[in-house]
């Protein structure tokens, strides 16, 4: 079977940092991605780790370990525009199987 | 313009009513896929379609149906709508080549509403 779970919510301040965590248990691993959706938006696309390390870009960055089933996305020097859920997938032999999504409230 | 469209954006219903909803894209990739969204459910995969002669069942295919008219449309039908298919439902498309492939290129969703 599938399982990934991430945090159901999380808030954090403004100016601050944020670790969004991801576990997972499939039964093949071929790419991890992150996506952002705001509420009532489509999902955009952020990141991609297909290999074990940390993958940067700009105040976003996804790290990935492949023996541990786990990942996170990192969000710097938070915004309030940054307030949305943050959604975790991964591709094993099929289509995304995605997690339920982390709302993240971000905080003045 | 909008390189995955999807029509219409609302539409609300009644049980036992035949429903349409439809996907364009403009993004050339041959991977086309339909999910529904439902609070505190995540996104659910309902089908899925690698190429214009190919078409397959995901999570929920259940009371739905899919027409893939051209490598660029792809249509989901409710035959019977029933109010617990109340949701949003998104279409997406990927290429299954590059450097992050099979990353899904999501539509603004239809709200569609059952009553």
């Known amino acids: 079977g599938q399982n990934i779970d991430q945090p159901t919510e999380m808030t954090a301040t403004e100016g601050a940092i944020v670790q969004i965590n991801c576990t997972y248990q499939?039964?093949?691993?071929?790419?991890l991605f992150w996506y952002q959706q705001h509420a009532g938006e489509a999902p955009t696309f952020l990141s991609y780790?297909?290999?074990?390390g940390l993958e940067e870009k700009g105040r976003f960055s996804s790290f990935l370990s492949r023996s541990k089933g786990y990942s996170y996305l990192l969000l710097k020097e938070l915004q309030m525009k940054d307030s949305a859920s943050y959604l975790c997938?991964?591709?094993?032999?099929?289509?995304?199987?995605f997690g339920k999504g982390t709302r993240l409230s971000v905080i003045a | 313009d909008a390189d995955v469209t999807q029509t219409p954006r609302n539409r609300i219903t009644k049980t036992g009513k035949r429903i349409m909803l439809e996907c364009s894209q403009t993004k050339g990739h041959d991977r086309m896929y339909w999910y529904r969204q439902d609070p505190g459910l995540g996104l659910r995969l309902i089908y899925y379609s690698f190429d214009v002669k190919d078409i397959n069942k995901g999570e929920i295919s259940d009371g739905y149906s899919v027409s893939r008219q051209a490598q660029a449309k792809f249509s989901l039908s409710l035959e019977s709508a029933i109010p617990n298919q109340t949701a949003l439902y998104f279409c997406?498309?990927?290429?299954?080549?590059?450097?992050?492939?099979?990353?899904?290129?999501f539509g603004p969703g239809t709200r569609l509403t059952v009553l």
């Open positions: 780790n297909v290999l074990d």
């Open positions: 997938a991964v591709r094993d032999n099929t289509p995304l199987v």
């Open positions: 997406a498309t990927s290429d299954k080549d590059g450097d992050a492939a099979d990353t899904q290129y």
């Open positions: 499939t039964s093949g691993f071929n790419g």
